[in-house]
C-alpha cells in the first residue's frame, strides 16, 4: 500500500470529494480537462460546495512530487507515474435517452497513453452492466498496446455520491468494489477500506457491481412514479396526497417516498442505462420505462395544473407575472444537471406567460449555457399572478411567499414543504 499513487480521472461531483478524501493517506494527482475547474481547485475553492475550502485547502499541494496530498492538473505527464487510475466522468443520456459513453471513452484513451504494466484502472461512473469490459477495456489494450488481466488490471466500483448532502459524504456511505480477477478484487477493495470508514463490500465480477448501481437508483424512480401516479389520482378526487402518505407511513414497513420532479444525473438517467441493455437482450423492460415515462411529464403535469388554478381566479395567462423558486434539480445544492424545473418553466413559458427564476444556489452562467434561460440572483420585489415552488432551498422556507403575490395570485408547491396555507401542492 505505501508504493500507491493514485490519478482521479475528472473532479467534478464525483471526483473531486473521492480525490480529496484518498489524497488524506495517499499521492493524488486529480486530473480534468476543463482548465478553468483546475484554476479554480488550486486557488482552494470548490464551486459545486461538495468540498469545503478549507477541507479542501488542507490538502493541497503546489506540484505532483508528494508524500501525500492533491495536486490537481490537466497535463498528462503529472499522472504519468500513477499506478491506480480511477476514472470518474459523467454519463449522460442523448436526447432520445440513449447512453452517451464518449466521456468514458475519452478518459479511457487519455489513461491508455500513460498506461504501464502492472498498473490498474478502477472506474466509478454509473453504466449498464458490461461497460467496462465490453467498452472501456478495449480502448486500453488499443490505445496502449498492453494486454488486459496480464498487463494491466481492473475494477469497478460504483460512486455514491449524494450531491448537496453534508451528513452522509463519500467516507460515510458503504462502498460496492470489484476487479477483474480475485486477487485484484481484494486489492481495490483494501483501496477502498483504507479510507471508506462506513465499509466496503466485495462483490464477486465487475458485472455484479455495474449492475448493483443501476437498479439502486433504478429503484427510486419506480417508486417515485408511482407516488406520482398516486398524486395525479388524490389530486382528481380532492384528497391531499401528503396527508395520506403521512398516515400511511405510521406502518412500520411502508417506503416513505414523496412525490416531485425527478431530475439529476443518478435517478433521471441510470434506469435508461439498464433498459437499453435489457433491449439488446431482447427484452422489453415494462416497469423500468413506465416509470421514467411518468416521471418525465411532471414537469408539464405541474404547469398545466398552476395554469388551471390561475384560470379558475380569471387571471389572464397570456403575460401574466409568475415566479419560480428553484431551478436545481435539488435542493441546497448548485447542480443543475438534468433539472426538471426546467420542464416546468419551458411548459409555463409556452402559454404566453413571464417567467422570472429566482435561485440563490444556481450558477447563472451556467443556466443560460444550459438551457438558455435567465437566473435572478435577486428577489424581485413586483407582485406576481403565481408562484411555484419547485426546489425546498433552506432560504425559500424564511420567506413570506404571500406578500409576493396579486391579491388573487395562486401559491402552488410542488415540494409538499409549506405550511398548508398554500393553493395547491404535488
Not at 184 to 205: C, E, M, N, R
Not at 276 to 302: C, S, W
Request: with cysteine; hydrophobic share 40%.
Amino acid at each position: 500500500m505505501k508504493d500507491i499513487k493514485i490519478a482521479i480521472i475528472g473532479l467534478g461531483y464525483v471526483g473531486l470529494p473521492l480525490a480529496r478524501l484518498f489524497a488524506t493517506k495517499y499521492p493524488v494527482i486529480g486530473f480534468d480537462i476543463n482548465t478553468d475547474r483546475i484554476e479554480e481547485l488550486r486557488k482552494g475553492h470548490d464551486s459545486t460546495l461538495e468540498v469545503e475550502d478549507d477541507v479542501l485547502q488542507a490538502v493541497l499541494k503546489d506540484g505532483p512530487k508528494m508524500e501525500t496530498g492533491l495536486f490537481c492538473s490537466n497535463q498528462l505527464e503529472d499522472i504519468a507515474d500513477c499506478n491506480y487510475y480511477i476514472v470518474t466522468v459523467p454519463t449522460p443520456v442523448d436526447s432520445t435517452n440513449r447512453p452517451i459513453l464518449t466521456p468514458l471513452y475519452k478518459a479511457s484513451e487519455t489513461v491508455s497513453k500513460v498506461l504501464k504494466k502492472g498498473d490498474t484502472v478502477i472506474y466509478e461512473s454509473t453504466v449498464y452492466p458490461g461497460v467496462t469490459e465490453d467498452e472501456c477495456i478495449p480502448v486500453l489494450e488499443k490505445e496502449s498496446g498492453l494486454v488486459y488481466n496480464q498487463d494491466f488490471f481492473a475494477g469497478y466500483s460504483p460512486e455514491r455520491i449524494n450531491p448537496g448532502d453534508k451528513e452522509h459524504t463519500v467516507e460515510k456511505i458503504l462502498k460496492v468494489t470489484s476487479g477483474s480477477t480475485p486477487e485484484i478484487g481484494k486489492k481495490v477493495d483494501a483501496l477502498y477500506a483504507s479510507v471508506i470508514t462506513a465499509g466496503t463490500h466485495l462483490a464477486p465480477t465487475i458485472k455484479v457491481a455495474e449492475a448493483a448501481k443501476v437498479i439502486e437508483n433504478s429503484q427510486r424512480d419506480i417508486n417515485i412514479a408511482f407516488v406520482n401516479e398516486l398524486a395525479k389520482i388524490f389530486n382528481l378526487m380532492g384528497i391531499d396526497t401528503h396527508d395520506v402518505l403521512e398516515a400511511a407511513g405510521t406502518k412500520w414497513n411502508f417506503l416513505p417516498f414523496k412525490p416531485g420532479l425527478v431530475g439529476g444525473h443518478c435517478i433521471g438517467v441510470d434506469p435508461y442505462y439498464l433498459a437499453q441493455k435489457a433491449q439488446e437482450f431482447g427484452y422489453h423492460p415494462e416497469i423500468i420505462l413506465a416509470g421514467r415515462r411518468m416521471n418525465d411529464t411532471m414537469g408539464k403535469y405541474v404547469s398545466s395544473e398552476v395554469i388551471k388554478l390561475m384560470v379558475q381566479r380569471d387571471i389572464k395567462i397570456k403575460g401574466s407575472n409568475i415566479l419560480v423558486l428553484g431551478i436545481t434539480f435539488k435542493e441546497n445544492c448548485p447542480d443543475v444537471r438534468n433539472t426538471k424545473a426546467v420542464d416546468v418553466i419551458s411548459n409555463l413559458k409556452s402559454y404566453g406567460t413571464n417567467v422570472t427564476i429566482y435561485d440563490p444556489w444556481a450558477s447563472a452562467k451556467e443556466v443560460a449555457h444550459e438551457y438558455k434561460m435567465e437566473v435572478v440572483k435577486e428577489l424581485p420585489t413586483n407582485k406576481f399572478d403565481a408562484i411555484v415552488l419547485t426546489v425546498a432551498h433552506k432560504e425559500f422556507l424564511e420567506m413570506e411567499l404571500k406578500s409576493l403575490l396579486k391579491p388573487d395570485g395562486v401559491l402552488y408547491d410542488v415540494k409538499g414543504i409549506l405550511t398548508k396555507d398554500v393553493d395547491a401542492r404535488l
